[in-house]
Antibody, heavy 123, light 108 residues
Framework: QVYLVESGGGVVQPGGSLRLSCAASGFSFSNYGMNWVRQAPGKGLEWVTF????????YYADSVKGRFTITRDNSMNTLYLQMNSLRSEDTAVYYC????????????????WGQGTLVTVSS | AIQLTQSPSSLSASVGDTVTITCRAS??????LAWYQHKPGNAPNLLIC???SSESGVPSRFSGSGSGTDFTLTISSLQPEDFATYYCQQFNTYPPITFGQGTRLEIK
């Protein structure tokens, strides 16, 4: 059984920073690409970023490029999202999502998701 | 970026009904399309990938079809647990990965 547990959400002022974590278990973490997907209040799902299984390649949505950084620690089975220069439009539930394909080079489908962590950017 | 347009945006149906949700891509994406079910407070759940391949454990009443720009998700014999929001998602042309705006399926 795959488990993904996000943490680190909270309330932060515009311009501030926050780091999210996602603890993974139940699968061979180092063999799968990982993603962050978010959902703003009352809105749909938005893909945010992907990291290759070994951390060598990363891709970002234009809306967060240059402000967010995805990293992973395969020895700790943990995914991270460092969020800087936060804006009100970054307010959302952030989901950690596992890539479906073994050793995938690019993001494709998301076959397991965490329950999400809420980030609120407000003064 | 490829845009995905779902229709309808919301839908009311009764237990036992058959419903169809459509997803149209702004450019051809072959069969690089998935469908997810999302219930409030829960994690989204992958139902269908590659346009028509059902994930393990997904009830057979869920089926997907289509290729190119036009795709459908059909839910036959609706069950109470099927009332949720459904999203399509493409990865054919990257970046970025995109989702449809969602279809909210409500009980009549």
């Amino acid at each position: 059984q795959v488990y993904l547990v996000e943490s680190g959400g909270g309330v932060v002022q515009p311009g501030g920073s926050l780091r999210l974590s996602c603890a993974a278990s139940g699968f061979s973490f180092s063999n799968y690409g990982m993603n962050w997907v978010r959902q703003a209040p009352g809105k749909g799902l938005e893909w945010v970023t992907f990291i290759h299984y070994d951390g060598t390649n990363k891709y970002y949505a234009d809306s967060v490029k240059g402000r967010f950084t995805i990293t992973r620690d395969n020895s700790m089975n943990t995914l991270y999202l460092q969020m800087n220069s936060l804006r009100s439009e970054d307010t959302a539930v952030y989901y950690c999502a596992k890539g479906k394909r073994f050793l995938e080079w690019l993001p494709s489908y998301f076959d397991s998701w965490g329950q999400g962590t809420l980030v609120t950017v407000s003064s | 970026a490829i845009q995905l347009t779902q229709s309808p945006s919301s839908l009311s149906a009764s237990v036992g009904d058959t419903v169809t949700i459509t997803c149209r891509a702004s450019r051809a994406i072959s069969t690089a399309l998935a469908w997810y079910q999302h219930k409030p407070g829960n994690a989204p759940n992958l139902l269908i990938c590659d346009a028509s391949s059902s994930e393990s454990g997904v009830p057979s009443r869920f089926s997907g079809s289509g290729s190119g720009t036009d795709f459908t998700l059909t839910i036959s014999s609706l069950q109470p647990e099927d009332f949720a929001t459904y999203y399509c998602q493409q990865f054919n042309t990257y970046p970025p990965i995109t989702f449809g705006q969602g279809t909210r399926l409500e009980i009549k």
